[in-house]
């Protein structure tokens, strides 16, 4: 499958997402598919713009998961950073990860089409 191999290069784990899968692609690319309709993106955004630490966590840890489950390695490792940046109160610095966020999920975005 093209977007398999185009998120290969892009160095997510599809590998072990498949493994998680059962080695269905149809099914993984459609969880793959629905991902830009999950609040919890556009939910980040704005708690990191409101200096929320409690919904900045809630939500990152939310797609920390998310995006482990389908192996997209570079979104995973940024929700990473936000998540423990925020898991005692911590907002500074959330902006600066939030434009890597952007500019990774801007990326996906397009992979898919």
Same mark, same amino acid.
Request: one cysteine or more; glycine letters at 8%; charged letters at 35%.
């Given at each position: 499958?093209? /977007?398999?191999?185009?998120l290969?290069? !892009? @160095?997510?784990?599809?590998? $072990?997402?498949?493994?998680?899968?059962? @080695?269905? %692609?149809?099914?993984? !690319?459609?969880?793959?598919?629905?991902?830009? $309709?999950?609040?919890?993106?556009? !939910? /980040?955004?704005?708690? =990191?713009?409101r200096?929320? +630490?409690?919904? =900045?966590f809630?939500?990152?840890? &939310?797609?920390? @998961?998310l995006?482990? &489950? /389908? $192996?997209? #390695?570079?979104?995973? %490792? &940024?929700?990473? +950073?936000? &998540?423990?940046?925020?898991?005692?109160?911590? #907002?500074?610095?959330?902006?600066? =990860?939030?434009?890597?966020?952007?500019?990774?999920?801007?990326?996906?975005?397009?992979l898919? @089409?």
């Amino acid at each position: 499958m093209e /977007l398999l191999d185009a998120l290969r290069r !892009e @160095g997510a784990d599809v590998d $072990g997402a498949l493994t998680r899968f059962m @080695g269905d %692609e149809a099914l993984y !690319e459609k969880f793959l598919r629905k991902l830009p $309709g999950d609040e919890n993106y556009a !939910e /980040l955004v704005s708690a =990191i713009r409101r200096k929320d +630490a409690e919904a =900045i966590f809630r939500h990152a840890h &939310t797609l920390k @998961g998310l995006y482990g &489950t /389908l $192996g997209l #390695t570079k979104l995973f %490792e &940024t929700v990473s +950073a936000l &998540t423990e940046r925020s898991r005692h109160g911590e #907002t500074e610095g959330c902006d600066e =990860i939030l434009k890597q966020l952007v500019r990774d999920y801007e990326k996906f975005e397009e992979l898919l @089409g």
